[in-house]
């Protein structure tokens, strides 16, 4: 069954997390595509948004394949494959440089006029609109549990099987719409999944 689209999507998600309602929980989304959603749910909820800014490191050679990811702490989280991929120290200094010049560029883009919100004794939700290898998601989730949350909640569209076990290792509740056996690309489960640009992140994340 496909969503319509992300707010869709969302709707649903909200409808899960209802029980949230009213602890001030923190809804943060995973840029681009699930900043919307994440301020659908945190509207849904009561909760405050902002984003948790995490991305991916690449192989060389190879964009689309994610050999670790890192925060915008500059914590980095690496793929149990990438021993077997080649990858020199020098290549992922200089990657991960290069990803943490870009997600600070983002917050400073994002929230310019507002520090980062702070997780701690906070109910913590991180949104992704669809997770494939878990590499974002996970980092994600580890980059906020170093700030002590009172209790830290995976929440996405969908996800393989496989992955959504290794989310369960580091949420507290891990809330997945769809985690199916044929999993390829979280497009293939959504009718519309057009691109989000910055501008509709920023306009999501501005004070009502």
Same mark, same amino acid.
């Given at each position: *069954?496909?969503?319509?689209? #992300?707010?869709?999507?969302? !709707?649903?998600?909200?409808?899960?997390?209802?029980?949230?309602?009213?602890?001030?929980?923190?809804?943060?989304?995973?840029?681009?595509?699930?900043?919307?959603?994440?301020?659908?749910?945190?509207?849904?909820?009561?909760?405050?948004?902002?984003?948790?800014?995490? !991305?991916?490191?690449?192989?060389?050679?190879?964009?689309?394949?994610?050999?670790?990811?890192?925060?915008?702490?500059? !914590?980095?989280?690496?793929? #149990?494959?990438?021993?077997?991929?080649?990858?020199?120290?020098?290549?992922?200094?200089?990657?991960? #440089?290069?990803?943490?010049?870009?997600?600070?560029?983002?917050?400073?883009?994002?929230?310019?006029?507002?520090?980062?919100?702070?997780?701690?004794? =906070?109910?913590?939700?991180?949104?992704?609109?669809?997770?494939?290898?878990?590499?974002?998601?996970?980092?994600?989730?580890?980059?906020?549990?170093?700030?002590?949350?009172?209790?830290?909640?995976?929440? *996405?569209?969908?996800?393989?099987?496989?992955?959504?076990?290794?989310?369960?290792?580091?949420?507290?509740?891990?809330?997945?719409? =769809?985690?199916?056996?044929?999993?390829?690309?979280?497009?293939?489960?959504?009718?519309?999944?057009?691109?989000?640009?910055?501008?509709?992140?920023?306009?999501?994340?501005?004070?009502?």
């Amino acid at each position: *069954m496909l969503f319509k689209d #992300r707010q869709e999507a969302a !709707h649903q998600i909200a409808q899960r997390l209802s029980g949230y309602a009213g602890v001030n929980a923190l809804v943060l989304g995973i840029p681009r595509g699930a900043v919307p959603m994440a301020k659908i749910i945190a509207d849904a909820i009561g909760g405050e948004l902002d984003v948790v800014l995490v !991305h991916k490191l690449t192989a060389p050679q190879n964009p689309e394949l994610a050999i670790g990811s890192i925060d915008e702490t500059g !914590h980095t989280y690496l793929s #149990r494959h990438l021993s077997s991929l080649g990858v020199s120290e020098d290549y992922l200094e200089a990657e991960r #440089r290069s990803q943490l010049e870009t997600l600070q560029r983002r917050r400073l883009s994002y929230t310019p006029i507002k520090s980062p919100a702070n997780p701690k004794d =906070r109910t913590v939700i991180v949104v992704d609109n669809g997770v494939a290898t878990g590499l974002t998601m996970i980092a994600a989730l580890r980059s906020v549990r170093v700030r002590q949350p009172t209790k830290l909640v995976a929440a *996405m569209a969908v996800a393989p099987p496989s992955v959504v076990v290794q989310i369960n290792q580091l949420a507290d509740e891990v809330v997945c719409l =769809r985690s199916p056996a044929d999993f390829r690309a979280v497009g293939q489960f959504y009718e519309n999944f057009c691109e989000v640009s910055d501008h509709e992140v920023i306009e999501a994340l501005k004070p009502v």
